[in-house]
């Protein structure tokens, strides 16, 4: 991967769900995806092939959703916007980190994230408990 890349890995694809419970049971359940973090309103499963990569089951918005992960949501909304991109909102706190929604010159919406608090920690159940320290 060029040091110079924007974006370090897809972090999560988001998927809008009206029951997360129902969710869960066809996504974990029946199709094998096992959970690696739940919080009240969305639930991350792990993709096997993807390291650190999930698909993210919500019920707080109503559009699927890609996130792209950054070294610094700072600096890269500095980049995006030099490059000719639009920040249609943020940065903004998010329990990992930073998060910004941006918009490339030919209408596409991605959402970058960073780190900077940490990944999530759970318990044995999957419950979101804490961050890691970052770095």
Known sequence: MPDDALFRKIDSYQLPVANLDAAIAFYADRLGHEIVWRSEKSVGLSIPDQKG???VLQTERPA???DL???SVDTAIERW???G???LSGPFAIQIGKCAVVADPFGNVLVMLDMSQGRLVTD???R???NEPAG
Request: proline share 0%.
């Open 128 to 130: 979101i408990v804490g």
């Open 53 to 55: 990569a999930e698909i």
């Open 81 to 83: 916007v030099t490059a």
């Open 69 to 71: 992960l950054v070294e």
């Open 124 to 126: 044995d159940d999957g």
């Open 64 to 66: 699927q959703e890609t």
């Open 85 to 87: 991109g639009k920040v």
